[in-house]
């Protein structure tokens, strides 16, 4: 447990954690409110203020989060691993007689404790800014109270969390292989752009990739209800896909630690 | 005290390591005996940060075995460390938490540390009033007094130290040579490897003297010492020729070398107690020294042993910046 409150504090006092919220909240908030301001006068505002309009519009932030907030969630997870390496700090531990799994493994607890803290503050923010971008279209908020809609958020918004943990779980596996921030950064980036570039040839396969599966357990189409080259798995299915992509980056992650020479 | 004579703190047999085609040590045994302070001697890349890496668990040996404390220590024996504090290579924290905040971090980590203690230790290292500073801002030497202090922190029977005196200024290499005999006073064994002779011979009751991945001798810093003794001795350059016809007859062939003719610097294989003697001889001669140092000379010892050698100048291969000149050596 003493672990466990010591990675949370080390990851609350580190910069990179407030960056990747601010990112994604401003990067948000910027989106509601122009979507907002500017819709109504644009050829298919339209659909674009479906963002801004409630009921629906909870889904919709939430898909939004999990989309950049994914890929912003795989470069913590990177960072916070690759770090441990370059600056040293596993060293430290191992050298203290730590169980090289048992850190790993509550590190990454920690990441997963404070996603679920960004996705809340994140989540909070968007329907701040999507009433406020409501208000600028013009739209009406009566639907931010449908009961129906804040029953099943509770579902979503944890549904969401896993998906981005699994993400940052894969960013921190990449890491830990490379053995190095900036390469598992650079390694993770890679591989998200990757599998969105292979679903132009393998859509069958890419929806079970890790970005695929984790942006479908919310929601099995497109943010905004576009359509896309590849066919969403259904959230149960993508859940199932996501826990075992969870589970093997985290097992990589471990193993890997445990055998590893740590040198420099 | 020898190694038959007391309970060994460290121990290693037979250890060999490679890193692909290189081997890095090739059989080292090592016996540290319980409470004192161990200099580990070698040039670069001697093997000495490879032992310290299997020493800690961060890396393991292709064959051989470690003994800590008197128990064998494997790859499932972690728990054999929470009695061992270490500073391998350079120190390593979090550059954007403080000093104190990094030693409460790593405090999380292996044996439990008692709350107290983290500023306990920062106030031993004179870190006190930077203790809320963030890391990325120390020097160097501040670094390496928080490792120090990182090492203590499980108030440890073994000390492993790597190179500890990296990067501190000479008030910061007492006050660490201060605390290291203090700890080993208190009964704690102190390992420390070093290219610094100088540091090595001021710290150290036993010294082991690594080259090539083998150990190529190990003692008391007493015994190790007495097979070089050295006086060294300064006289007019015109008068070298003359005394090292003088100075055989007494001392016997081959005991006498120039070191440099230029600025007349010669160098005697004598004990210390014969300095006046040889002082006597010369002065009798009509030639004066102008300095006279005697001293049981590590760095001989040393590059006798690693195949290094003094050159013809007279001057000595350094391995850094520190360089590894004994005292009152030309």
Redesign the interface.
């Known amino acids: 447990m ?2 466990f ?3 949370l ?2 990851l609350v ?3 990179a954690t407030l960056v990747s919220l601010g990112l994604l909240a401003g990067l948000l908030s910027l989106i509601l409110v122009a979507v907002g301001a500017t819709a109504r006068s644009r050829p298919n505002g339209a659909e674009a203020l479906l963002l801004v309009t409630f009921p629906g519009a909870y889904v919709l932030i939430l898909s939004f989060i999990l989309g950049l907030g994914g890929l912003i969630s795989l470069v913590y997870g990177a960072a916070v691993a690759g ?1 441990e390496w370059s ?3 596993l ?9 090289r799994s048992g ?1 790993v493994l509550l590190t990454f607890a920690s990441v997963a404790l404070l996603i679920g803290i960004g996705l809340l503050v994140a989540f909070g923010i968007g329907i701040l800014m999507g009433l406020v971008g409501a208000t600028l279209a013009g739209v009406s908020t009566n639907g931010v109270t449908d009961s129906a809609s804040l029953g099943a958020l509770p579902d979503k918004l944890g549904r969401s969390w896993f998906a981005m943990v699994e993400e940052a779980a894969f960013g921190f596996a990449v890491a830990t292989l490379a053995r190095s921030q900036l390469a598992g950064v650079g390694a993770g980036i890679g591989l998200y752009f990757g599998e969105q570039f292979a679903s132009l040839f393998l859509p069958d396969i890419v929806k079970y990739l890790p970005f695929n599966a984790a942006m479908a357990v919310v929601v099995n189409t497109n943010p905004g209800g576009g359509g896309g080259i590849v066919q969403r798995l259904d959230p149960g299915t993508a859940l199932v896909a996501v826990t075992a992509w969870l589970v093997a980056s985290l097992v990589v992650a471990a193993a890997f630690t445990e055998r590893a ?4 | 005290m020898g190694p038959a004579a007391a309970s060994l703190a460290l121990a290693t047999h037979g250890l060999h390591k490679r890193y692909g085609s290189r081997v890095a040590l090739a059989g080292l045994d090592l016996s540290v005996p319980e409470g004192v302070v161990y200099g580990f001697l070698g040039p670069n890349g001697a093997g000495k940060t490879t032992t310290m ?1 299997l020493l ?5 040996p292709d064959t051989g075995s470690i003994e800590l404390l008197g128990r064998p220590f494997g790859r499932r024996d ?5 009695d ?1 504090g ?1 500073l ?3 120190p ?6 403080s000093g104190r ?1 990094n030693l ?9 540390t008692p709350a107290n203690k983290v500023d306990e230790l920062l106030d031993l290292v004179g870190l006190m009033d930077r203790a809320r500073d963030r890391v990325s801002t120390y020097s160097l030497g501040m670094k390496q007094r928080l490792g120090i202090a ?1 090492a203590l ?2 108030d440890p029977r073994l000390l492993l130290l790597d190179e500890p005196a990296n990067g501190l200024d000479p008030a910061g290499i007492v006050a660490m040579r201060d605390t290291l005999r203090n700890l080993a006073g208190m009964g704690k064994t102190v390992f420390v490897s070093s290219h610094i002779l100088g540091e090595v011979r001021q710290l150290a009751d036993m010294v082991g003297i690594i080259a090539a991945g083998r150990l190529v001798r190990e003692g008391s810093l007493d015994d190790i010492l007495s097979g070089g003794a050295i006086v060294r001795i300064r006289i007019k350059p015109e008068e070298v020729a003359r005394a090292v016809a003088i100075l055989p007859g007494m001392l016997g062939a081959g005991q006498v070398s120039v070191q440099s003719a230029e600025s007349g610097w010669l160098s005697v294989e004598a004990d210390a107690g014969r300095a006046s003697e040889i002082n006597r001889s010369l002065a009798e001669a009509g030639i004066y020294a102008s300095e006279l140092t005697a001293e049981s000379d590590l760095e001989s010892v040393f590059l006798e042993l690693t195949g290094g050698a003094p050159a013809a100048d007279g001057e000595r291969p350094t391995f850094g910046a520190a360089g590894v000149s004994p005292k009152g050596s030309p």
């Open positions: 003493r672990l409150i010591a990675g504090r080390k006092r580190r910069p770090s600056w040293g700090t060293k430290n531990a191992v050298a203290r007689g730590e169980s850190y020479e740590i040198a420099g | 890496r800690t668990g961060l890396i393991h972690r728990r054999r460390l929470f061992i270490a391998i290579e350079s390593a924290f979090y550059p954007y938490l905040e409460r971090a790593l405090a999380a980590t292996g044996a439990s990182a922190l499980s």
